[in-house]
């Protein structure tokens, strides 16, 4: 059973479209993640969500949005894409955040071409 | 964020020893070490952590140093599977994961 799963594994898209990437974990874990991973192979977080609520947003354009329908669900919105948003993002899950002895398990990537 | 200093590269041969080592001089008292790998095209995974004693799992070995600025993974046999990026991590609170530029692992036939 795939434990972090994401969709589309691979999305390639016009500059200015607005794309959806969707993250499933069935862990049983409250807390997810968005991780970035630019050409130069850079893994930077993007945010983070404890419970559907939000507690880690790094400095991310307003044109990302993530949405958390519940704890087994983070999904990713881009709206407006422009070319720097290529990219392979990543999708992670752990159980307790405030715990830093917590370990984060990551999904497969989706890799992200903007034309 | 507290920075680690790990090599941009090591080599090894299979069923070698490795001990990839890591920098952090400034790990504040409550930074657990973490150590994930990242293999061609997959996501991160998890290897191993620790706190101030060395520590044993299945995968591989963390070796911390007394005054914590330093530690070391150990993988006790290297297999053509293991060759990735590896990444040595200060997990603070909120989980937050702060990712360098890692060690590429080549591990020779």
């Known amino acids: 059973d795939t434990a972090v799963s994401q969709t589309p594994k691979y999305l390639v898209t016009q500059m200015g479209n607005d794309k959806s990437i969707k993250c499933e974990q069935n862990l049983g874990h409250d807390t997810m993640y968005w991780y970035k991973q630019d050409s130069k192979k850079f893994l930077k977080i993007m945010f983070s969500y404890n419970n559907k609520e939000l507690i880690i947003n790094e400095t991310v354009p307003n044109r990302f949005s993530p949405k958390s329908p519940d704890k087994a669900h983070l999904n990713l919105h881009i709206n407006s894409l422009e070319l720097g948003d290529s990219a392979v993002y990543f999708c992670a899950s752990s159980h307790r955040s405030g715990s830093t002895g917590e370990t984060q398990y990551f999904g497969p990537g989706t890799r992200l071409l903007v034309l | 964020d507290a920075k680690t200093t790990q090599p941009n590269s090591m080599e090894s041969n299979e069923e070698e020893p490795v001990h990839l080592p890591c920098n952090h001089s400034?790990?504040?008292?409550?930074?657990?070490i973490h150590w994930y790998r990242q293999l061609p095209s997959q996501g991160p995974e998890y290897v191993i952590h620790g706190l101030t004693s060395n520590v044993n799992n299945r995968m591989a070995s963390l070796a911390i140093a007394e005054d914590r600025k330093s530690s070391t993974l150990i993988l006790h046999r290297a297999t053509l599977r293991d060759a990735a990026v590896y990444y040595c991590i200060l997990r603070t609170s909120y989980g937050k994961l702060t990712f360098g530029q890692g060690t590429i692992l080549t591990v020779h036939p």
């Open positions: 400034t790990i504040s008292g409550t930074d657990y």
